[in-house]
T-cell receptor
Framework: DAKTTQPTSMDCAEGRAANLPCNHS???????VYWYRQIHSQGPQYIIH???NNETNEMASLIITEDRKSSTLILPHATLRDTAVYYC??????????FGQGTTLQVKP | DTAVSQTPKYLVTQMGNDKSIKCEQN?????MYWYKQDSKKFLKIMFS???????INETVPNRFSPKSPDKAHLNLHINSLELGDSAVYFC?????????????FGPGTRLTVL
């Protein structure tokens, strides 16, 4: 019952910005867009979330379109350690995270 | 200082045995969770406890029983282990309410049932 779609995989050159898209055309008014990532063999890691305004923290930026039907996670200067599976999903503050297949980001030297 | 810790990291056991996995968080959160990640890497929530009270209980066999002695601990006991229980189990914690979807995960426990 995933409500988001993401590309299966993406490549990015080290030092360049990684832009990961996510479509969520059926998002409802009170749902937040959340991003997590999972580096190989580690637990998932929270990155960022937003409702309708763009957000930035020490890890990434989140750009949400005005109609809220899609968003982009931006890692401004990707490093090899950013190679991971990135998950985008919608959260309603229930605590029940629904992970889809995510996007496998490969950062290359 | 590990925020969410799990023990053991690896667990190898025979079918039919009973085993427990322990989870502790030192973040002061009042909500804790158990997730299962299978061999295909799909991550699914199993249980959630808020202040020692069960609040999320997905369709999980009743061989799995979570126990929360206090809000900093959430253990997972599994009876009569089956081959299909082999997976990585992750514990997580969060603040309740509007922060519930901002969760902090432990390193995982890789369970192998032979």
């Amino acid at each position: 019952d995933a409500k988001t779609t993401q590309p299966t995989s993406m490549d990015c050159a080290e030092g360049r910005a990684a832009n990961l898209p996510c479509n969520h055309s059926t998002i409802s008014g009170n749902e937040y867009v959340y991003w997590y990532r999972q580096i190989h063999s580690q637990g998932p890691q929270y990155i960022i979330h937003g409702l309708k305004n763009n957000e930035t923290n020490e890890m990434a930026s989140l750009i949400i379109t005005e109609d809220r039907k899609s968003s982009t996670l931006i890692l401004p200067h990707a490093t090899l350690r950013d190679t991971a599976v990135y998950y985008c999903f919608l959260g309603g503050n229930t605590g029940k995270l629904i992970f889809g297949q995510g996007t496998t980001l490969q950062v290359k030297p | 200082d590990t925020a969410v810790s799990q023990t053991p990291k690896y667990l190898v056991t025979q079918m039919g045995n009973d085993k427990s996995i322990k989870c502790e968080q030192n973040l002061g959160h009042d909500t804790m969770y158990w997730y299962k990640q299978d061999s295909k890497k799909f991550l699914k929530i199993m249980f959630s406890y808020n202040n020692k009270e069960l609040i999320i209980n997905e369709t999980v066999p009743n061989r799995f029983s979570p126990k929360s002695p206090d809000k900093a601990h959430l253990n997972l006991h599994i009876n009569s282990l089956e081959l299909g229980d082999s997976a990585v189990y992750f514990c997580a914690s969060s603040i309740a309410g509007v922060q519930a979807d901002t969760q902090y995960f432990g390193p995982g426990t890789r369970l192998t049932v032979l």
